[in-house]
């Protein structure tokens, strides 16, 4: 399979004080679903930032599909933050329009089919709606795009158990086989029979990055619990 | 993309906007239909002329206000949109970065049209006079009148429309500003409204300082003055230089404003 992301010597800080990764490298190929399990402050954030073009490295390179981070590279990465990121006075009608217009790959009858399963109203504006339901929004708008990368950071998290199985279901239903997700979570319990890979992250170093069957038949422990061996305090 | 740019701006700003101005025109109607009760009709108590009289000062602040709250608004939604949680779809959206600015730009400019049209249009509502428009027309004809040939007509034209153009890149210049100084305050880790405040007083005295050296160079040296170069007795071509040089500088000042915005948002994004 071929490297759909490659990231080689990145260097990335905040200020002169705070170095995130002093030499990160890592190559992720099409057709996972990998977990970037971390403790907080560990960089995961800032990893999926860096790939979906929010920030940028002080040196090193990134590589999506074969191309440096820019405007062809945001055409194939769908990207979900870990905050509600829509503007509150726009239809969900506008959000669709909207990414119909912005990207090439979006499905819009695939979007409104997953809105009528949830019950949301096209013509209800964003802030009308529940915090859950926002983020389900957002959700939909990032699934309904046939990307080769989605970058998902906390889709579970802040949410009630039961959303979260239609989180997951949603994720797992709607991408393309082809394309890869990297999810960011400390909810790994609720994630880890999904996973094909898993990335460890701590103070911005990958501490291990194993296919997620190899790993729990190596260890014998589920990959919840070599997180909390791992990370123990 | 650009077109869709510009319609996302339009969608994304121009139902705040369209709804202050509309409240405004309704406003001014108001006066307008108290001040033609006061004139026709024989309520003249002491309530009503209170009424009146308040209704007048609420429109004469709003007029202050209207214009405020445009600006502040544009202000605000660039920050919403480029900096702060809006920033995540504005920066992965599939457009460059120049593109961004263009778009928002062309929005500006529709807004400061829209202000330079509605203030004086909802003046003459209120006071139910149009007669500042008629006499605006007037001086204009006037001017063309007294031309001797139709290239002096054409040159009076020309600095009406130049002069339209110059005040509002002018202001776009002025709004930009507010935009780059925001935008480098946001490249900082910590303080960012402060570093922004700061930015905004280094550019104000960088201008400043541009803005004294050529008054100084211009008053004392001659090396500015127009009237050296134009080889012209005729005011109004004096008058278009003039007017040529003061939108060419605004548009540079744009220029450099917009290209500072852009570099930090490619290069030096910070999202909070």
Partial sequence: MSDLVQIEHVIKHYGMNKIIFQDLNLNIVSGKIIGLLGPNGSGKTTLIKLLSGLLSPAQGTILIDGKAIGPETKAVVSYLPERTYFNESLKVRNLVNMFKDFYADFDEERAYKMMSLLNIDPEIVLKKLSKGNKEKVQLIMVMSRRAKLYLLDEPIAGVDPAARDYILNTILTNYDPNASIILSTHLIYDIENILDEIIFLKNGEIVCHKDADELRAEKGMSVDEIFREVFRC | ?272
């Fill in chain 2, 1 to 272: 993309m650009l077109g869709k740019l510009i319609k996302n701006e339009f969608i994304n700003r121009g139902k705040r906007a369209a709804s202050i101005i509309i409240a405004f025109l309704c406003l001014s109607l108001v006066v307008a239909l108290m001040g033609a009760i006061n004139e026709y009709t024989y309520i003249k108590n002491d309530f009503f002329r209170f009424s009146y009289m308040l209704i007048i000062v609420i429109f004469s602040i709003s007029e202050v206000v209207v214009v405020s709250a445009l600006l502040i608004g544009a202000l605000q939604d660039f920050g919403q949109r480029f900096f702060k949680d809006q920033g995540y779809l504005t920066h992965t959206l599939q457009v460059k970065v120049s593109s961004l600015m263009l778009a928002r730009m062309v929005f500006d400019l529709v807004l400061f049209v829209a202000i330079a049209i509605i203030i004086p249009l909802s003046i003459c509502i209120a006071v139910r006079d149009f007669s500042a428009v008629s006499d605006l027309f007037d001086s204009i004809r006037f001017s063309l009148e007294r031309s001797d040939s139709g290239l002096e007509a054409s040159i009076v034209i020309v600095d009406v429309i130049l002069t339209f153009v110059a005040i509002l890149i002018y202001a776009l210049s002025g709004l930009w500003m507010f935009n780059a100084s925001y935008a480098i305050g946001h490249a900082f880790n910590n303080a960012k409204r402060l570093m922004s405040v700061v930015a905004f007083c280094v550019i104000g005295i960088i201008n400043w300082i541009i803005t004294y050296i050529v008054g100084y160079l211009t008053l004392e040296k001659n090396i500015f003055d127009i009237k050296l170069f134009v080889e012209s007795t005729n005011d109004d071509v004096v008058a278009m230089v003039f007017l040529i040089v003061i939108i060419a500088v605004s548009a540079i000042s744009v220029a450099i404003y917009a290209f500072i915005t852009s570099y930090v948002c490619k290069k030096r994004l910070n999202l909070e």
